[in-house]
C-alpha cells in the first residue's frame, strides 16, 4: 500500500476507534474538507461511509468515476449525486449511524433519515474530526511550509517590483499579489486577499477596493496561497512614504506583542494564555479597545480550524499543532496594524513558517 494510502486509513483507524468508544457502529462523512483528510478524495461531491470495522464505501457522482478511482483505491466506489442519503442507503441491520451535525442541514438530514434503512438510527456527531486533525504528520507540515514558502516569495517580490505604492489602488496591488502567487503554482487564494489602506486599514476584513494608496498612508496586506488542499495564511503592514508618529506607536505595539505571542508557543501552553500574551500588551499600551478578535488559529485544510488561541479559548497546543499568531491596533479614522505568522508547535521553540521580514518598511 502507497505511504498517502497508509495514512489516510491510519486516520479511518483513529475516527472509528473513537467513534466505537461512543457506540456507533458508523458514521456518514459529507463534509467535502473531512472526505479528503480521510481519504484522499478532492473532487467537488464526495461522500465516505465508515464501519467500525474499517470498512468503507465511497460515492460521488459520474463526473468523478475515474477521479475518486485513481485517489481512492482502496475503498469501493458507487454512484449517486446526493451521496448522504445514497450511503446509508446501501446499510441493512440494526446500528447506529453518525452524521456530522456542524455540516448537515435540515433538509439534508431528513433526506438521510428518509434514506436510512429501518434499523439505522441517525445518531449526530460533532467535533471527533476535527480533533484528530489538530495534529499535524510530518507530511501535512512539510506541505505547510512548502505553501507558506511560495506565498512569501509572492510578497517578496511584489515589494520588490515596486508593486506597492502610492497612486495604486488597494484592488490592483490584490490583484498583482495573487497573480504571482498563481505563477509560482498557487491553485487560488486560500481566501480574498485583503489589502487595506489609510482608513480602511482600521477594518480587520476590509477586502480591497478602488480606494488609492496615499502617502503616509498605513497598508495592511493579509494573503494566502493555497495548493493541493492547504492553505497559508500571513500579514504584514506596511507604510507609504513618510512615517507618522501614530503609525510607528501602534506598529511597534503590535509587534512586541506579536513577537510575545509567538514566544509563549509552546507545548503545554494554554490557548487563552498565549492569547492573553499578545493581549495584555496591547491593553497596557491603551489600546486594548482597538484589539478586536481573536489572537490566532490553526492552518491546515482550512485556512480557520483549530486550535483557537482566544479568550475563550479551549485546550493547550502540542507538538505538531498549527497556530497564526495575528493581533492588531485598529482605530477607526486613522488606521490599523495587524502582523501575522503561522506557526508549527515543535518541541520547543516554534517554528515560524511565514518568513517575511516583520521590522516596519517604509515604501
Same mark, same amino acid.
Do not use: W
Given at each position: 500500500?502507497?505511504?498517502?494510502?497508509?495514512?489516510?486509513?491510519?486516520?479511518?483507524?483513529?475516527?472509528?476507534?473513537?467513534?466505537?468508544?461512543?457506540?456507533?457502529?458508523?458514521?456518514?462523512?459529507?463534509?467535502?474538507?473531512?472526505?479528503? =483528510?480521510?481519504?484522499?478524495?478532492?473532487?467537488?461531491?464526495?461522500?465516505?461511509? /465508515?464501519?467500525?470495522?474499517?470498512?468503507?464505501?465511497?460515492?460521488?457522482?459520474?463526473?468523478?468515476?475515474?477521479?475518486?478511482?485513481?485517489?481512492?483505491?482502496?475503498?469501493? %466506489?458507487?454512484? *449517486?449525486?446526493?451521496?448522504?442519503?445514497?450511503? /446509508?442507503?446501501?446499510?441493512?441491520?440494526?446500528?447506529?449511524?453518525?452524521?456530522?451535525?456542524?455540516?448537515?442541514?435540515?433538509?439534508?438530514?431528513?433526506?438521510?433519515? @428518509?434514506?436510512?434503512?429501518?434499523?439505522?438510527?441517525?445518531?449526530?456527531?460533532?467535533?471527533?474530526?476535527?480533533?484528530?486533525?489538530?495534529?499535524?504528520?510530518?507530511?501535512?507540515?512539510?506541505? &505547510?511550509?512548502?505553501?507558506?514558502?511560495?506565498?512569501?516569495?509572492?510578497?517578496?517580490? /511584489?515589494?520588490? %517590483?515596486?508593486?506597492?505604492?502610492?497612486?495604486?489602488?488597494?484592488?490592483?496591488?490584490?490583484?498583482?499579489? @495573487?497573480?504571482?502567487?498563481?505563477?509560482?503554482?498557487?491553485?487560488?487564494?486560500?481566501?480574498?486577499?485583503?489589502?487595506?489602506?489609510?482608513?480602511?486599514?482600521?477594518?480587520?476584513?476590509?477586502?480591497?477596493?478602488?480606494? @488609492?494608496?496615499?502617502?503616509?498612508? &498605513?497598508?495592511?496586506?493579509?494573503?494566502?496561497?493555497?495548493?493541493?488542499?492547504?492553505?497559508?495564511?500571513?500579514?504584514?503592514?506596511?507604510?507609504?512614504?513618510?512615517?507618522?508618529?501614530?503609525?510607528?506607536?501602534? =506598529?511597534?505595539?503590535?509587534?512586541?506583542?506579536?513577537?510575545?505571542?509567538?514566544?509563549?508557543?509552546?507545548? *503545554?501552553?494554554?490557548?487563552?494564555?498565549?492569547?492573553?500574551?499578545?493581549?495584555?500588551?496591547?491593553?497596557?499600551?491603551?489600546?486594548?479597545?482597538?484589539?478586536?478578535?481573536?489572537?490566532?488559529?490553526?492552518?491546515?485544510?482550512?485556512?480557520?480550524?483549530?486550535?483557537?488561541?482566544?479568550?475563550? *479559548?479551549?485546550?493547550?497546543?502540542?507538538?505538531?499543532?498549527? &497556530?497564526?499568531?495575528?493581533?492588531?491596533? =485598529?482605530?477607526?479614522?486613522?488606521?490599523?496594524?495587524?502582523?501575522?505568522?503561522?506557526?508549527?508547535?515543535?518541541?520547543?521553540?516554534?517554528?515560524?513558517?511565514?518568513?517575511?521580514?516583520?521590522? &516596519?518598511?517604509?515604501?
Amino acid at each position: 500500500m502507497a505511504l498517502a494510502d497508509t495514512r489516510f486509513s491510519n486516520r479511518r483507524r483513529k475516527l472509528a476507534s473513537t467513534l466505537a468508544g461512543q457506540r456507533i457502529d458508523g458514521v456518514v462523512i459529507t463534509h467535502l474538507t473531512h472526505v479528503r =483528510y480521510l481519504t484522499g478524495f478532492s473532487g467537488s461531491n464526495g461522500g465516505l461511509l /465508515l464501519r467500525k470495522d474499517l470498512s468503507a464505501l465511497m460515492a460521488t457522482d459520474g463526473r468523478y468515476t475515474t477521479q475518486i478511482a485513481d485517489e481512492v483505491p482502496d475503498i469501493e %466506489a458507487v454512484l *449517486g449525486r446526493d451521496v448522504g442519503p445514497h450511503l /446509508l442507503s446501501q446499510l441493512d441491520g440494526e446500528m447506529r449511524v453518525g452524521y456530522e451535525a456542524d455540516y448537515v442541514s435540515v433538509s439534508q438530514l431528513k433526506r438521510m433519515e @428518509e434514506a436510512a434503512p429501518e434499523g439505522v438510527t441517525l445518531v449526530p456527531v460533532s467535533g471527533v474530526i476535527e480533533d484528530i486533525r489538530l495534529i499535524k504528520d510530518h507530511i501535512e507540515l512539510q506541505k &505547510l511550509e512548502e505553501l507558506a514558502a511560495l506565498a512569501n516569495q509572492a510578497l517578496t517580490e /511584489l515589494i520588490e %517590483a515596486g508593486e506597492v505604492a502610492a497612486g495604486r489602488t488597494e484592488r490592483q496591488v490584490a490583484a498583482d499579489l @495573487e497573480y504571482r502567487m498563481r505563477m509560482l503554482g498557487s491553485e487560488r487564494v486560500s481566501f480574498d486577499t485583503i489589502v487595506a489602506s489609510g482608513e480602511n486599514s482600521a477594518k480587520p476584513h476590509h477586502g480591497a477596493d478602488d480606494r @488609492e494608496l496615499r502617502n503616509g498612508d &498605513l497598508v495592511t496586506i493579509d494573503f494566502g496561497a493555497h495548493l493541493r488542499g492547504f492553505n497559508s495564511d500571513c500579514t504584514r503592514t506596511f507604510v507609504i512614504g513618510e512615517v507618522s508618529d501614530f503609525a510607528q506607536e501602534i =506598529y511597534d505595539i503590535v509587534l512586541r506583542a506579536q513577537e510575545a505571542g509567538v514566544k509563549a508557543s509552546v507545548p *503545554g501552553a494554554s490557548l487563552v494564555d498565549v492569547d492573553a500574551a499578545c493581549r495584555d500588551i496591547i491593553t497596557e499600551a491603551g489600546y486594548g479597545e482597538y484589539f478586536v478578535h481573536s489572537t490566532g488559529h490553526g492552518i491546515g485544510l482550512d485556512v480557520h480550524e483549530g486550535p483557537s488561541a482566544a479568550k475563550t *479559548g479551549k485546550g493547550e497546543l502540542a507538538e505538531g499543532m498549527t &497556530l497564526t499568531i495575528e493581533p492588531g491596533i =485598529y482605530v477607526p479614522g486613522r488606521g490599523g496594524v495587524r502582523i501575522e505568522d503561522s506557526l508549527i508547535i515543535t518541541s520547543g521553540s516554534p517554528k515560524i513558517i511565514t518568513a517575511y521580514p516583520k521590522d &516596519l518598511q517604509v515604501l
